[in-house]
């Protein structure tokens, strides 16, 4: 356990706090209107390797090599030169702090942070974090790097979870939730719809389906993941070639085939660190996941309607209804898609930076 103090007066700025993997939709943008939930659970935090928020420069002003020495591969519209680390964590979690009016970037419906930290200690008056709460962002308050520091307390940090514990957990992502646009009530303004998170981490996904499938065709497995994946990539791969095969692997799972290309693996919630068969399956391109929706595409809950056990009396059958479906076809969610595209060396190929260079055209046709 961990907690963040002010590196200017050592004021104590959240509660105790265990590290957690940075989630995929840290940074999506959703929808318009949108009102979107907390980010990270309480009690928890993520690192963001990577700069994040203002200054920021537009690829015009970035060599080449210098964005290829940070890990951009192909262009981009700008380039954050903030500190690298800042610190994700639930607004709840957050102490001592003040808001700074002057610094209220945003107001379509919160703040956005665009105008840098809007946050101050509120024993010194150092700016030391941002809080974003405007609509269609995920609310969470960004620690800056350079104006906190990391405690460790008395009480070692309990180890990562092993896959069997988090298997015994069970926590799934479900592919549908209810959204709700901002200042709504329940009623009209509530609709369902696939779980940002879900098209966040497909995003993510696809852009290493396509690095694998080194310009061949990919099948995957039929169902859910086939709903997901398979029309983004029929679409977008050339057909008439020789397929490569991508399937689900993980815990509790059968080996994967030897003859598997591509393995669909899930992410540790706590780590980050992707699960790796043994075997010859080793060689395979992983895929990474979130433990979530990689668990519930291994372990669908189906709706059954049968009598409860436990916290219903016997022959009492479920009456509430299943989650509605979304009316439209899943679609990859273009932020998290092209920034993971444009990190992978793999989109230097011609093939693979047409399809980077033609994302405008394949969101009119709502394949993103």
Not at 6 to 24: D, E, I, K, Y
Not at 238 to 254: K, Q, S
Not at 331 to 357: C, K, M, N, Y
Request: charged residues 15%.
């Amino acid at each position: 356990m961990f907690v963040f103090v002010c590196a200017g007066c050592g004021a104590r700025l959240t509660t105790p706090l265990s590290q957690v993997a940075l989630p995929v939709h840290a940074h999506q943008k959703y929808g318009n209107g949108i009102q979107l939930p907390v980010l990270m659970e309480s009690g928890t935090f993520a690192v963001d390797p990577e700069p994040w928020g203002p200054p920021w420069r537009t690829w015009e002003e970035i060599d080449p090599d210098e964005a290829a020495a940070r890990g951009i591969y192909a262009p981009v519209y700008a380039l954050s030169d903030g500190a690298p680390g800042a610190i994700v964590i639930s607004p709840g979690d957050a102490r001592g702090t003040l808001l700074i009016p002057e610094k209220g970037g945003g107001y379509c419906c919160g703040l956005d942070g665009a105008d840098g930290p809007n946050m101050a200690c509120e024993a010194c008056g150092l700016p030391v974090a941002s809080r974003i709460d405007d609509c269609s962002l995920w609310q969470a308050v960004w620690l800056a790097p350079n104006a906190v520091r990391r405690l460790p307390l008395d009480d070692a940090d309990a180890a990562p979870l092993s896959w069997a514990e988090l298997m015994a957990e069970g926590k799934g992502t479900p592919p549908f939730e209810p959204i709700s646009t901002w200042g709504s009530r329940l009623g009209s303004n509530h609709y369902w719809s696939w779980s940002p998170q879900w098209e966040a981490a497909a995003g993510r996904a696809l852009a290493h389906l396509l690095a694998a499938s080194e310009g061949q065709p990919v099948t995957v497995p039929d169902g859910p993941i086939a709903e997901v994946f398979q029309r983004a990539l029929d679409i977008l791969l050339p057909v008439g070639t020789a397929a490569r095969r991508a399937v689900l692997a993980g815990p509790g799972r059968p080996a994967p085939d030897a003859d598997a290309d591509i393995l669909l693996v899930p992410a540790h919630p706590q780590t980050g660190e992707t699960w790796t068969p043994a075997g010859p399956a080793a060689s395979a391109y992983p895929v990474p996941l979130p433990f979530g929706m990689w668990l519930w595409l291994a372990s669908p809950e189906p709706y059954l309607p049968v009598p409860a056990s436990g916290g219903m009396p016997d022959g009492v059958l479920r009456d509430d209804p299943p989650a509605p479906r979304p009316r439209y076809l899943f679609r990859a969610d273009p932020g998290a898609f092209q920034h993971t595209l444009v990190r992978l060396p793999a989109v230097r190929s011609p093939w693979l930076r047409e399809i980077f260079e033609n994302l405008t055209q394949h969101l009119r046709v709502r394949l993103f």
